[in-house]
């Protein structure tokens, strides 16, 4: 399927902020072990970094609305730069990395809002499996780069590379990584200059805080209450928690029953994303939008495959077995966030249906990453850890088709999905 150049150029854009925002991580987690910092704050990284998608949620949506899209994908994207160059300072990592967040949470709203613009309905679920599919290469590959970076003796190649006259300042392993990284984000923002203007403009947006509450709380209720809304919204909430809980189940997985190092645990990470790319590459090419529902039960069977893992002690099982897990995942969400990104447009507008979104997915995350480390202060046998949230998903997901079959009852949603607001 055929894509106009613009959607190339926000690709291209968005791989490459998210590439820097992984490798940034990295660099992130490096800085806190060379402060010797205690071990309960490298979660807390990725806490920081969430919250921002929590506490704008209601403000996001309105910002990315206000101004052209593009527009608003560099000024975010100068926020991440900010963000990284207070490490420079001395700032504390968290601090540092919240304010990329921040960046990050006002730019989630803008990336996807500009597809419903750029593109028409029947070409969203493709458009969803390019940007996911690449997002997942991004993680990978911007995890790999900053494995690199923090590697010493890739850290002396960057310190002994000098350029003629200039002198850059740079002395040390962490500020020669954080420039790569932030050369990286530069070249996301020369990407953003070229985004064009779709020509879609929205209603004046709000600037009084109460009022925006208001109205985001509005659209909140909105969008739980629709028919397809509330389904498709329940389903990514879903996925998005139990994808940042599984990343550290897998890690913990891999130290105990597979008896793998970190660095290697961390390989299974990017085997498993390599799964979802694949899934998701799959859902765009054989999953149209009107069956976007059809691909629910494989949630279920994701919660159950999942449960397996405590049957497995050999690596190339636990590749296998991450690769098909992933490969449900990717497959199942990719039309979900389809259709939901649809019934936003169709029932709101593109940012405040993604803001609404991005608040109840990082919340899910927030709140899932607590009760995971609230079970392994428990000391939780990794096993009990595993199948109490394969139970959970595949509960869960068993009580949205049940939702969903009720709802069909009460009316024919297959004809909301081509309802339009007039």
């Not at 601090?95 to 990336?111: D, E, R």
């Amino acid at each position: 399927m055929r894509m106009n150049r613009g959607f190339y150029t926000i690709m291209a854009a968005q791989f490459f902020s998210s590439l820097a925002d992984n490798a940034l991580l990295i660099a992130a987690i490096a800085l806190l072990t060379q402060m010797n910092a205690p071990a309960w704050m490298t979660p807390l990284l990725k806490l920081f970094f969430v919250l921002s998608y929590v506490l704008l949620a209601a403000f996001v949506g309105a910002f990315a609305d206000a101004l052209p899209k593009g527009r608003v994908m560099l000024i975010t994207n100068l926020i991440k730069i900010a963000g990284c160059s207070l490490m420079f300072f001395n700032v504390h990592p968290l601090l540092a990395y919240a304010v990329v967040g921040f960046g990050a949470a006002a730019y989630s709203p803008a990336k996807y809002g500009i597809l419903t613009e750029l593109l028409p309905p029947e070409k969203l679920v493709a458009a969803n499996g390019w940007i996911e599919g690449l997002t997942v290469v991004s993680i990978i590959l911007g995890t790999v780069m900053g494995g690199a970076l923090v590697n010493p003796k890739v850290a002396m190649t960057l310190l002994n590379f000098d350029f003629p006259v200039i002198e850059l300042g740079v002395d040390t392993a962490g500020e020669a990584a954080l420039s790569v990284i932030m050369g990286t984000y530069v070249v996301a923002s020369l990407f953003n200059l070229k985004i064009p203007d779709t020509g879609a403009h929205y209603p004046h947006q709000e600037r009084n805080p109460i009022k925006l509450i208001l109205d985001f709380s509005g659209c909140f209720g909105t969008l739980w209450k629709d028919k397809l809304g509330q389904i498709s919204l329940a389903v990514t909430t879903l996925f998005w928690g139990a994808g940042a809980t599984l990343q550290f189940i897998v890690l913990k997985w891999a130290e105990k029953s597979l008896r793998m190092p970190l660095d290697q645990a961390a390989i299974l990470q990017g085997v498993f994303a390599i799964g979802v790319a694949l899934g998701a590459m799959g859902a765009a090419r054989f999953v149209p939008l009107r069956k976007s529902l059809s691909v629910m039960p494989l949630g279920i069977g994701m919660g159950l495959i999942v449960m397996t893992m405590t049957l497995v002690h050999s690596v190339w099982l636990a590749y296998a077995l991450l690769v098909l897990v992933g490969a449900l995942s990717g497959y199942f969400v990719v039309p979900m966030n389809a259709l939901l990104q649809h019934r936003g447009h169709v029932l709101m507008s593109a940012g405040h249906s993604i803001a609404v979104q991005n608040f109840n997915e990082n919340l899910s995350v927030l709140t899932m990453l607590v009760l995971y480390a609230l079970m392994v202060k428990l000391n939780l046998d990794i096993n009990i850890v595993i199948i109490l949230f394969g139970m959970f998903v595949s509960g869960t997901m068993l009580l949205a088709m049940k939702r969903h079959a009720y709802n069909q009852r009460q009316h024919d949603s297959l004809a909301l999905i081509g309802e339009h607001k007039h």
